[in-house]
């Protein structure tokens, strides 16, 4: 039994889908150390992070024109995962918008080089790096805390 009860679900082929625009964004904003991309990536991510990545542009893309020509079963996932990788990345594009306003420009390449290499693994592999991290997380802190069943530690408590 999880520890929340009203565990919300999304279609777990949007976020891929959404690591595929968001590598092409970051990719191009890496090349072009273009602001504007920069910043268009952290107001998405931002909405990912806070609103849930179901309230993303590229969720709206991905519902209007992606999802009505899938076929077979919808494979779901717990929006919790999603959304704390959406965070990670609001940081790292945050890291990276403020360094180019300063004209700090490794700091930028290193904070979007780090947030694209994420973006990459999810679109290419369907490996969420941020979702991992928070599952490690959320099993650490089961373990630290005073848990009396072992299996509890495998509840995916809210961070």
């Known amino acids: 039994m999880s520890q929340d ?3 919300k679900l999304i279609d777990a082929r949007g976020p891929r ?3 595929v625009l968001t590598t092409v964004v970051l990719a191009v904003a890496l090349t072009t150390q273009s602001l504007p991309l920069i910043l268009w990536q952290l107001a998405v991510f931002a909405i990912g992070a806070f609103a849930g990545p179901q309230k993303t542009p590229y969720a709206f893309i991905y519902r209007k024109f992606v999802k009505p020509r899938l076929s077979g079963d919808m494979p779901t996932e717990d929006i919790r995962q999603p959304q704390f990788a ?3 990345g609001f940081l790292f594009a945050l890291t990276a918008s403020v360094s180019l306003i300063l004209d700090l420009t490794v700091v930028f390449s290193v904070a979007v080089g780090f947030a694209l290499g994420a973006a990459f693994l999810n679109a290419a592999f369907n490996f969420c790096l941020g979702c991992e991290m928070y599952v490690l997380i959320a099993r650490a802190r089961a373990r630290f805390s005073k848990r009396e069943l072992r299996e509890a530690a495998y509840n995916l408590p809210s961070l």
């Open 5 to 7: 009860k009203d565990v």
């Open 86 to 88: 959406q965070a990670i």
């Open 17 to 19: 889908f959404g690591a």
